[in-house]
């Protein structure tokens, strides 16, 4: 199915990512979504410009650092940042780098009516993966905590929260592989108003209780597959396959008689197509200020002749005619735009529909033995000799 969705994309058209993507409810051992690159989509896809390796931004994963931590060489020091809860101002405001920052976040896992407190740690830069973190164990689910329970457990209110002094008993801490790498960073003092700087693993705090990939790749992270650095853009999703194996079938009893006549139970999978989103990703994809650029397999027509003074001239209605019906016969799909309109008027709706091939027919072009050809993407038209435009226009089909 894979190989399937991708070469039906592939004769759509479209510029198009297979990318691994998180099971999510429905489960199974692996799935891809099929994404049309458009600036405007709405799934940020990571990928390497280097390898096939491409992933929803949800599930690709961010390596650990390859160097370790350096010595602890700064003091633990608690400083004022009065009115600085963000780790952008924090940096800002003493002088730092946001990437020697660690911002934590608060959430609480609740099971049979017991809450499960814990600090997910994040270098200043990054964002939280809560899918990853969903994925963890003790934290699966989990909600983020409210003010009045961090100020519970750490006697603080959000924005100065860090992981040290916390009573680990009772808070546990999580850390990105980033974080857990780190060494001499600034972090809140869960006191308002204040930030510590210099904070080590081992001399200030204890190690994490668990040390785990819970943020979204950023640019130029190393690829997973060991092939180059990361790249992101934006993808609407068009198609997901899902490989349930046989997670659903065993929990059905869904089985069958192999050719010795036992029972096996049935693999399964899940498909999708998005018919509608199709076209609006096509249009998303190629479009200029003039409309739309549609590939030619789902545009509405391949080609299309555009006769000037159709119905006032014999010889141009005579050979748009012919054009057409010669056409037809080798199977372009053409329309012969037989209006009573002025030619600005007939290339400005097409070029608006998106039709990809355009021949225009005149009275000086026929005295010359000549049609004019102009393809939709092109800045220039092309004066092709009549007898010549059938195998011409395939020729660009075909390409």
Not at 18 to 36: N, P, Q, R, W
Not at 112 to 123: H, K, M, V
Not at 144 to 170: M, S
Request: aromatic share 8%.
């Amino acid at each position: 199915m894979y190989q399937t969705y991708s070469r039906i994309f592939r004769r759509l058209g479209l510029g198009f990512r297979a990318v691994a993507a998180d099971t999510g409810s429905i489960g199974g051992t692996g799935s891809h979504e099929f994404h049309v690159l458009a600036d405007s989509g709405e799934d940020a896809i990571a990928f390497c410009p280097d390898s096939d390796y491409a992933a929803n931004v949800e599930l690709a994963e961010a390596l650990a650092p390859a160097t370790s931590r350096c010595a602890a060489v700064e003091p633990l020091e608690k400083k004022a940042t009065p009115g600085k809860s963000r780790c952008e101002d924090v940096a800002e405001f003493l002088g730092t780098q946001l990437t020697r920052t660690v911002k934590a976040i608060a959430v609480v896992h609740e099971l049979d009516g017991a809450r499960e407190f814990s600090l997910l740690l994040i270098r200043g830069d990054h964002n939280l993966n809560e899918i990853k973190a969903n994925k963890l164990p003790g934290l699966d689910p989990f909600r983020f905590a409210t003010d009045e329970e961090v100020e519970q457990f750490l006697g603080c209110r959000p924005g100065y929260i860090g992981p040290v002094g916390v009573d680990r008993k009772k808070v546990r801490v999580v850390a990105d592989r980033t974080v857990a790498a780190m060494d001499n960073f600034v972090c809140g003092a869960n006191e308002a108003g204040f930030h510590l700087t210099g904070a080590n693993w081992g001399r200030d705090l204890p190690e994490p209780d668990a040390v785990a990939d819970i943020r979204n790749v950023v640019v130029g992270d190393p690829s997973p597959d060991g092939k180059g650095a990361l790249d992101i853009c934006r993808g609407i999703e068009v198609g997901h396959i899902f490989q349930l194996r046989t997670q659903y079938a065993e929990a059905l009893q869904c089985k069958f008689l192999d050719e010795q006549g036992k029972d096996r139970i049935m693999e399964m999978g899940c498909y999708g197509i998005g018919v509608t989103r199709i076209v609006g990703s096509a249009i998303e994809q190629g479009n200029d200020e003039r409309g739309i650029i549609f590939p030619a397999a789902i545009a509405p027509f391949e080609a299309v002749i555009a006769p000037m003074g159709y119905h006032k001239s014999a010889a141009v209605r005579e050979a748009a005619d012919k054009l057409r019906d010669d056409l037809i016969a080798t199977g372009v799909d053409v329309i012969l735009d037989d209006r009573d309109e002025r030619p600005g008027v007939m290339f400005a709706d097409w070029e608006l529909i998106g039709v990809p091939h355009r021949i225009v027919i005149g009275e000086r072009g026929l005295k010359e033995g000549k049609f004019e050809y102009k393809g939709r993407r092109e800045a220039e038209a092309t004066m092709v000799p009549a007898d010549e435009m059938v195998q011409y226009l395939r020729g660009k089909l075909c390409g």
